[in-house]
């Protein structure tokens, strides 16, 4: 088992924790109407030396470089199970454009969610951590690569790094086998990095010291979920991770899309932006609109 694997054991307090989301978020969500429009993207090359990121929501990110695009974690589900979406996906699916590559981080069904992966059209095919492979086969991918923690593969003028986490993998609960982290790719001009889920851990670092990240996707929500598992960053972890990876400019997702967790669904964002602040960086968290391509 991974040494930053976060078990599936709830924390102490899980039925009171439990009672608390199903009050005062699952029930409440189930009647709001979505919110934003969908755009429709860009599709010519960002301007040189820049990439272009698009946020659609939760942790899906289409990414375009000089040559090449990339989706991470595509999801365009309007319900994960009892948890609907709260707003629109920044591009509809049925507007996006063939890409080269999908990247997925790990099995869970707010990440890998399969109706969303049969409608994208890539052309070198998908990778996912190792022992997810037959979860994506039959999708209509060319080409099904599982990757190893701190492998990298080359394809074309992309190299992409499968970088550590600390969370869990598993899709149904048993299924521990599976592995899970994030990815960072990169191209001649600009690299970035997609956390996938992860609580804070000294990992971060570590991915650092590998590779010079000009852009950091990182998760910000689902901080207090009903489990008290150790599962997902706050925005002040995530901040601390943000400067252990050394990157230019940190991007922060995981918010807003599903309500997977205790916190108000507003905390996350306000709490980043006061964060930033206080620490003096402000000019370098880029909040994403759904929708907008960010040329950074």
């Given at each position: 088992m991974a040494r930053d694997y976060a078990g599936l054991k709830p924390?102490?307090?899980?039925?009171?924790?439990?009672?608390?989301?199903?009050?005062?978020?699952?029930?409440?969500?189930?009647?709001k109407?979505?919110?934003g429009d969908p755009r429709h993207p860009k599709l010519e090359a960002p301007p040189k030396g820049k990439a272009r990121v698009t946020w659609i929501g939760h942790a899906s990110f289409f990414v375009q470089f000089a040559h090449h695009s990339v989706v991470f974690d595509p999801n365009w589900a309007n319900w994960i199970g009892l948890v609907k979406r709260l707003q629109h996906p920044g591009i509809l699916l049925k507007h996006m454009p063939e890409v080269d590559l999908v990247l997925v981080s790990h099995a869970h069904f707010d990440h890998l969610?399969?109706?969303?992966?049969?409608?994208?059209?890539?052309?070198?095919?998908?990778?996912?951590?190792?022992?997810?492979?037959?979860?994506?086969?039959?999708?209509?991918?060319?080409?099904v690569i599982e990757m190893?923690?701190?492998?990298?593969?080359?394809?074309?003028?992309?190299?992409?790094?499968?970088?550590?986490?600390?969370?869990?993998?598993?899709?149904?609960?048993?299924?521990?086998?599976?592995?899970?982290?994030?990815?960072?790719?990169?191209?001649?001009?600009?690299?970035?990095f997609h956390c996938g889920d992860s609580a804070y851990f000294g990992g971060f670092k570590k991915i650092g010291a590998r590779d010079k990240i000009d852009i950091a996707l990182l998760p910000i929500g689902a901080y207090e979920p009903p489990s008290g598992r150790d599962v997902h960053?706050?925005?002040?972890?995530?901040?601390?991770a943000f400067e252990d990876l050394g990157a230019e400019l940190m991007v922060p997702m995981h918010y807003g899309t599903f309500m997977l967790s205790n916190e108000p669904p507003e905390e996350p964002l306000e709490r980043?932006?006061?964060?930033?602040?206080?620490?003096?960086?402000?000019?370098?968290?880029?909040?994403?609109?759904p929708g907008v391509g960010l040329e950074l």
């Open positions: 924390a102490r307090g899980w039925p009171e924790r439990n009672f608390r989301y199903l009050r005062h978020r699952l029930v409440p969500q189930i009647f109407k979505l919110e969610h399969k109706k969303s992966l049969k409608g994208i059209e890539a052309r070198d095919g998908i990778i996912v951590p190792r022992g997810s492979g037959g979860l994506v086969k039959g999708l209509g991918f060319d080409q190893r923690i701190w492998e990298e593969q080359k394809l074309g003028d992309l190299r992409v790094l499968h970088t550590p986490s600390h969370h869990w993998g598993a899709r149904f609960g048993h299924d521990t086998h599976r592995d899970y982290g994030g990815f960072l790719v990169a191209s001649e001009q600009r690299t970035v960053m706050n925005p002040e972890e995530a901040l601390t980043l932006l006061a964060e930033a602040d206080r620490r003096g960086l402000s000019g370098r968290v880029i909040v994403p609109e």
